[in-house]
T-cell receptor
Framework: GDSVTQMEGPVTLSEEAFLTINCTYT??????LFWYVQYPGEGLQLLLK?????DKGSNKGFEATYRKETTSFHLEKGSVQVSDSAVYFC?????????FGAGTTVTVRA | EAGVTQFPSHSVIEKGQTVTLRCDPI?????LYWYRRVMGKEIKFLLH????????ESGMPNNRFLAERTGGTYSTLKVQPAELEDSGVYFC?????????????FGPGTRLTVL
């Protein structure tokens, strides 16, 4: 079935460090790919998305590129801030149903 | 515009009791979804409504779970009787009809603890 695998956390970084969270997906059909973020005490928010191969999603300094050849959608940010501390979820969708990874908890220290 | 709201934010009940979770989608959104995250694992799909009709309930764990969406507005998810393994965070999401159906807007979740 459809599944998403993302790197396990937790991840702890210092401010201004580079962040990468790996994500791979099962290559069933032509999925859309997403990164959702959950800040403390809040709901899931869509961070960025890509709907076809080679698309790059970007938002708030985060980027992820839809790589069909490696079935990957890794999340990157060049310089993290304390406010980026959150749980990040990679997800895929062929239609209406989202399939999520297990989430990666990121803590950024000042 | 108000986002997706869920009530309660937390619920602690004993095994065997009944709990009802409520979700109010964004006004005008025909699509409503329930998801669950158990014990820090992946968020899993439970079911999908289009207006008041269940389109897909393939993710519902068993018949102790009952979801309704009378009138096509808010939805409830009842767990009866609750078991220990039902503990987790229950998320609701909605999306508009005719929009990009896979752009879902999530609520803050209800954290359910079954003792």
């Amino acid at each position: 079935g459809d599944s998403v695998t993302q790197m396990e956390g937790p991840v702890t970084l210092s401010e201004e460090a580079f962040l990468t969270i790996n994500c791979t997906y099962t290559a069933t059909g032509y999925p859309s790919l997403f990164w959702y973020v959950q800040y403390p005490g809040e709901g899931l928010q869509l961070l960025l998305k890509a709907t076809k191969a080679d698309d790059k999603g970007s938002n708030k300094g985060f980027e992820a590129t839809y790589r069909k050849e490696t079935t990957s959608f890794h999340l990157e940010k060049g310089s993290v801030q304390v406010s980026d501390s959150a749980v990040y979820f990679c997800a895929r969708s062929n239609d209406y149903k989202l399939s999520f990874g297990a989430g990666t908890t990121v803590t950024v220290r000042a | 515009e108000a986002g997706v709201t869920q009530f309660p934010s937390h619920s602690v009940i004993e095994k065997g009791q009944t709990v009802t979770l409520r979700c109010d989608p964004i006004s005008g959104h025909d699509n409503l979804y329930w998801y669950r995250r158990v014990m820090g694992k992946e968020i899993k799909f439970l079911l999908h409504f289009v207006k008041e009709s269940k389109q897909d309930e393939s993710g519902m764990p068993n018949n102790r779970f009952l979801a309704e969406r009378t009138g096509g507005t808010y939805s409830t998810l009842k767990v009866q009787p609750a078991e220990l393994e039902d503990s987790g965070v229950y998320f609701c999401a909605s999306s508009p009809q005719g929009g990009r159906i896979n752009e879902q807007f999530f609520g803050p979740g209800t954290r359910l603890t079954v003792l």
